[in-house]
Antibody, heavy 119, light 107 residues
Framework: EVQLVESGGGLVKPGGSLRLSCAAS????????MNWVRQAPGKGLEWVSS????????YYADSVKGRFTISRDNAKNSLYLQMNSLRAEDTAVYYC????????????WGQGTLVTVSS | DIQMTQSPSSLSASVGDRVTITCRTS??????LNWYQQKPGKAPQLLIY???VLQSGVPSRFSGSGSGTDFTLTISSLQPEDFATYYC?????????FGQGTKVEVK
């Protein structure tokens, strides 16, 4: 059974940093592209970042470019999101999400971790 | 970036109704269009990918159609568990983009 378990969310002050982690199990993690997707309270889904299976390709939304860094450790079956210079508008539930190899939809999602940026 | 325009933003329907949600993209994406269902407090779930392919385990009352720039999600006979918010998403290129969502509510 595929499982994606996020951790690392919490309350942080504007300008602060946070590192999210996602522990993956139930599939060959090193073979799949992975994503972070977020959802602000009461709002829709927003794609944040993607990383290819071997970390050769990395993409960011304009809203986080230069502030967030996605990475992965295939030996530890883990995905990460380093978030710096956090702003109030970064407040959201952050989902770890696995791409399917076929047509690249997200076929599995974690339960999400809440990041709140507030003074 | 590819813009996604989903309509309507909300709709009211009754159990047994046929429901149709549309998604239009700002440029052609072939069939790289996906549909997700999200219930309050839960992660989204994949319903349909490649515009019309039903994800394993999804009931057959859900169907998708379209290609190019115009796509449709249809629920043939709405069930109580289908009241939720639905999102389209393109996986044609980066940045990945989502529609703004359609909330299906009880009439």
């Amino acid at each position: 059974e595929v499982q994606l378990v996020e951790s690392g969310g919490g309350l942080v002050k504007p300008g602060g940093s946070l590192r999210l982690s996602c522990a993956a199990s139930g599939f060959t993690f090193s073979s799949y592209n992975m994503n972070w997707v977020r959802q602000a309270p009461g709002k829709g889904l927003e794609w944040v970042s993607s990383i290819s299976s071997s970390s050769g390709y990395i993409y960011y939304a304009d809203s986080v470019k230069g502030r967030f860094t996605i990475s992965r450790d295939n030996a530890k079956n883990s995905l990460y999101l380093q978030m710096n210079s956090l702003r109030a508008e970064d407040t959201a539930v952050y989902y770890c999400a696995k791409d399917s190899r076929v047509w690249s939809p997200v076929d599995y999602w974690g339960q999400g971790t809440l990041v709140t940026v507030s003074s | 970036d590819i813009q996604m325009t989903q309509s309507p933003s909300s709709l009211s329907a009754s159990v047994g109704d046929r429901v149709t949600i549309t998604c239009r993209t700002s440029e052609t994406i072939n069939s790289y269009l996906n549909w997700y269902q999200q219930k309050p407090g839960k992660a989204p779930q994949l319903l349909i990918y490649a515009a019309s392919v039903l994800q394993s385990g999804v009931p057959s009352r859900f169907s998708g159609s379209g290609s190019g720039t115009d796509f449709t999600l249809t629920i043939s006979s709405l069930q109580p568990e289908d009241f939720a918010t639905y999102y389209c998403q393109q996986s044609y290129n980066y940045p990945r983009t989502f529609g703004q969502g359609t909330k299906v509510e009880v009439k």
